[in-house]
């Protein structure tokens, strides 16, 4: 018992200390962005400002709440996020600083937060994921509203826990009005479509053959073909505006409460820069913001995806009641 | 020992009726105030939090009532019932079965399958969820190998298949320590009587295994309870996948939190169900004094036991495996990057030792008080324990994010902090292997002690202490493995910059990057079995004292 003793004190004073070494010049970063995707960029970062970035990896809207309950003692400099609702959720709490001008001008205006507290710095189109090898894309709906009719009954995924999927619904709740959105959350319900935990798990079934249609994010099948080249699934984009083919971006703030402004400001600009919106293009599959850099080959080009008038900033403030919606309509 | 913990306690048979049953020699006494305050070192810090946050949602908001009082959450009660019983029967058949045959029978490469039959414990049940799917179906591996369809695995079957291969080592490993502490001249007895092997098992070791059957099948149960990973990639809709959505979806916490409370009722019911079952009976050991005549198999047996073993070790350790090494070996052939992250094995290890030391830490007076010191309020203490471990991580992580930026900030996000709610999640794993040990241990030893002069502290230091020490290790080595497939707490408590293989596994298999997701799979794997290497070749050593 002895020996244990010191041993969990030994090892309780280790973790104190390791623990305290979070100080210095470098900032830390709450990224909701998956570590393989964003750590080689943030290497780059370091490497060429010579600021070292501490990076807590975790789901975006679980930062969000993190931050939210830090309030302004939050260890956090900069919040990177993969959805405009969490960012919202930071940005509604006051916890964000106004970025600069210079900044935020970079990136179309749509993709960023109506007061200038975050700014998107990559995109994800919604879009249907379908099985080429037992669908023709001409048989799709036009809208996603088209999915609640019979003869699509059990043949379409859906993640309605999923973060990008309640943000597309926070988004439809702005453009079509709650009842609308019930009703069609409603019909998907008794429409039996399977549901998922998460968008990756959708690209996934499609491929399996599971289901043959899923709505998602872009990017997954594009990286899931990257690995395996003869999958069979496939994206489709809606061809008018509607709220299932909202391009929402990924995006950054800095934390009002941060005392490293200037580090935090430079890594900002650091995801604008044309290397990290190249990186985005063709590491991530996403679409970049910045004008003039190139989006991937595979995707049709970022303006001619139609896109409803949403203001994204919004988003947050309906999102308990997406949630509400969801579990109304019986799919939580 | 009415209470649920008491792991390898083997239940009086014969002789000695009325005489004194281990581990009551300090009835009567009171427990002095130091082992109060060890046993409360861990568990306070991350209970108080859970209370804390239960009693934020005593003023909760209309939100939380209507997502309580609705039809959908009678459903999942129901479903999640539904579940822990499915899962928890065959995880007690394929366990008791394995740990009898590896222990009374002549079975051929006994050594092999002792590490195979343990293997699944380190395997996270959200890797096995993601192979299964992978690998049924009709485009899945196996149809691709032997072109044979699958049906797709999923829904109720895909989730009971994934927790029962997760939960059922819990039963084989406490019940393989028990049935070792039967006196085979008991079984002898009855065989010269003329009773058939079958009857034999069924009325000679299976009452006497009771206690260890219903210790493995309680955590079984809880942790199927518990469980998100799987539930959720199987998509069966349990009480964890709405707790996690409603943590997620919105930001008024309670729902989630009122959930949870719903969800420790259902635990405490389980609880109290093994408590009941239990009855009043004496349990403690007689020494066995020499090794039991194994059961010979005939022919016929002999494949069947063979083959039931090799199925279950298959599904749950060498199809697994199997499944991530083709994944590492079609990327790799795809040109994927395959670099594994070595501070996360770091962080693994790190993580897993101090868990490991506070869980053990902990245990120790825990189990002392409720061996030697029971009581209403010693009762109290082991249900918290097992209150814990039955508890959504996330649930605990977000208790203990909101208690300590508000009260304890110097510590917040801190290893101390990671590692101390490590412990307490899955004290009981280590409570219950301890109380094991302890309860073999004869307090006429301890009473020998004080009495040349010995002070308590030095009686338990010197004489209890190394006499229950590896049953104390074998309970570490749980909380190290289960630590090390922890996700939730570990994601929202890290210290920034800290990371570990089940992070690494969920964030690559999140982008559908499975290729680096099956490479860090491997490594959790290959790192954890060293604890379960020790827990299963030496069991004898290891959960016997």
Known sequence: MKRLAVLALVVAVTAVA????????????????????????????????????????AGSADLAATLSEEGTGSPADVFFAQDPASLGTVALAGLLSPLPTDVLSKVPERFSDSQGRWVGTSGRA?????????????????????????????????????????????????????????????????????????????????????????????????????????LPGANYFFEV??????????????????????????????????????????????YPLVPDIPASELLPPLETIPTPDVDLSMLATVLDTATDLVAQAGLL | MTDPASVVDVELIAGTPGAAPGGVSDAGRSAPWWLWVGALTVLLPVGLPVLFLFLRAAGATDAAWDTLMSIRTVQLVARSFLLTAVVTASATAVGVTGAWLLARTDLSFKRVWGIVFAMPLVVPSYVLAMVFISATGPRGLFADMTGITLPHLIGLPGAWL???????????????????????????????????????????????????????????????????????????????????????????????????????????????????????????????????????????????????????????????????????????RAGSDTSVSWSAVGGSLTAGTIAAALAMAAAIPIVILAVRFASRSTRWLERGVFGLFSLPHITIAIAVVAFTVRYTRPVYQSLLVLGL??????????????????????????????SLGRGPIATYVKVTFPLMAKGLLAGGALVFVTTLKELPATLLLSPPGFTTLAVRIWAAADELLYTRAAASALLLIAVSIVPVYYLSIKPKDALDT
Not at chain 2, 428 to 433: D, E, I, K, L, P
């Open chain 1, 126 to 230: 919604r879009v249907v994921v379908y099985d080429s090898t037992a669908i023709d894309p001409g048989d799709l709906p036009e809208t996603e509203d088209g999915f609640t009719d019979p003869q699509w009954r059990g043949r379409v995924g859906i993640a309605p826990t999923n973060g990008s999927f309640l943000s597309f619904v926070s988004a439809k709740i702005l453009v079509d009005g709650e009842d609308a959105t019930l009703r069609w959350l409603e019909g998907m319900a008794n429409n039996a479509s399977p549901t998922f935990p998460k968008n990756s798990a959708i690209v996934a079934a499609v491929n399996d053959g599971q289901i043959e249609v899923g709505l998602v994010n872009h990017y997954y099948l594009l990286r899931a073909l990257a690995e395996s080249p003869d």
């Open chain 2, 162 to 332: 994934a927790l029962t291969i997760t939960t059922y080592p819990y039963v084989y490993l406490i019940t393989a320590a028990a049935i070792r502490k039967i006196d085979p001249a008991l079984e002898e007895a009855a065989r010269g009587l003329g009773a058939t092997p079958t009857r034999v098992f069924r009325t000679v070791i299976l009452p006497q295994l009771r206690p260890a059957i219903g210790a493995g099948a309680l955590l079984a149960a809880l942790y199927t309870l518990s469980d998100f990973g799987a539930v959720s990639l199987m998509r069966f809709d349990a009480f964890t996948r709405v707790i996690y959505a409603q943590y997620s979806g919105r930001l008024d916490r309670t729902p989630a939190i009122v959930l949870s409370i719903v969800l420790i009722l259902i635990a405490s019911v389980i609880i109290w169900g093994e408590q009941r079952t239990r009855g009043k009976g004496k349990y403690f050991s007689r020494s066995v004094t020499r090794p039991p005549t194994l059961y010979r198999l005939t022919g016929p047996q002999r494949i069947a036991a063979t083959s039931a073993m090799a199925i279950v070790a298959g599904i749950g350790a060498i199809i697994p495996v199997a499944v991530l090494v083709s994944w590492v070996v079609r990327g790799v």
């Open chain 1, 241 to 286: 505006a509607t709220p299932g083919s909202l391009v929402m971006p990924a995006g950054v703030g800095i934390l009002a409460s941060s005392d490293k402004q200037e580090s935090a400001k430079k890594f900002v600009e650091f995801l604008l820069s044309d290397e990290s919106q190249s990186y985005f293009a063709t590491e991530t599959f996403e």
């Open chain 2, 421 to 450: 709610v490590y412990a307490a999640m899955f004290l009981a794993q280590a409570t219950s292997a301890a109380k094991a040990a302890l309860i073999q241990v004869n307090p006429a030893l301890e009473d020998a002690s004080r």
């Open chain 1, 18 to 57: 390791c623990s305290a070494g979070g100080g210095g010049d470098g900032l830390t970063l709450y990224s909701g962005r998956s570590e393989d995707l964003v750590q080689p960029l943030i290497d780059r970062f370091t490497e060429e400002t010579g600021i070292e970035v501490t990076v807590k990896y």
